[in-house]
């Protein structure tokens, strides 16, 4: 069965600290790869994305992710954090229905 | 001009009642979305409606009925709620022609005593 893993369940990390969280899936076939942010109290919001193309994608808020298909890794990056970057994190793949497999999360808190 | 809405925001029932869960997009989108995050934060499908036919049914008790009067609302009816029923339920909503982005809308969370 499909699966996704987000090893890193919470960070803890100080404001201009580089991030980097990871994602593994289980899947052989074609993905579609999300980070999704959801901020305390919030929806959940769409960072980026990777269909195809470039495995480096740059999203919003100066987050990137770099698609490794070897590792069926897609590993979320920021190079200095903010305090605002608060948030819990979901890596999610998308297989061949309209089913959007989840992470289990990773909570970040950023302290100033 | 709120995408993806969805009402109430907030619902305390007792166990035993019936309550329902309502959500709109206004994004044009012809799929639509029900999912449910306990509380350690996981997410998973609940449902999925393409043009208001049911095409993503996960392992839900039948005491949730998903209903979709038109493309834009995706309702969730729940009968005889469970404690295990409390969480947060987000809808979301997804085009034919971009089926690969989801848009959430707010959540609604609902505590069941």
């Known amino acids: 069965a499909q699966s996704v893993s987000q090893h890193n369940h919470h960070v803890i990390l100080s404001e201009a600290a580089s991030l980097e969280l990871g994602c593994n899936y289980s899947?052989?076939?074609?993905?579609?790869l999300f980070w999704y942010v959801q901020y305390p109290g919030q929806h959940l919001q769409l960072l980026l994305k990777y269909f195809s193309g470039d495995p480096l994608v740059k999203g919003i808020k100066g987050f990137e992710a770099e698609f490794i298909k070897s590792k069926f890794s897609f590993n979320l990056r920021k190079p200095s954090v903010q305090w605002s970057d608060t948030a819990e994190y979901f890596c999610a793949v998308k297989v061949s229905t309209d089913k959007l497999i989840f992470g289990t999360g990773t909570r970040l808190q950023v302290f100033p | 001009d709120t995408a993806v809405s969805q009402t109430p925001k907030y619902l305390v029932t007792q166990m035993g009642n019936d309550k329902s869960i309502k959500c709109e997009q206004n994004?044009?989108?012809?799929?639509m979305y029900w999912y449910k995050q306990d509380s350690k934060k996981f997410l998973k499908i609940m449902f999925s409606y393409n043009n208001k036919e049911l095409i993503i049914n996960e392992t839900v008790p039948n005491r949730f009925s998903p209903k979709s009067p038109d493309k834009a609302h995706l309702n969730l009816h729940i009968n005889s709620l469970e404690l295990g029923d409390s969480a947060v339920y987000f809808c979301a909503s997804s085009s034919g022609q971009s089926r690969y982005e989801q848009y959430f809308g707010p959540g609604t969370r609902l505590t069941v005593t």
């Open positions: 899947y052989g076939g074609t993905v579609n």
């Open positions: 994004l044009g989108h012809d799929t």
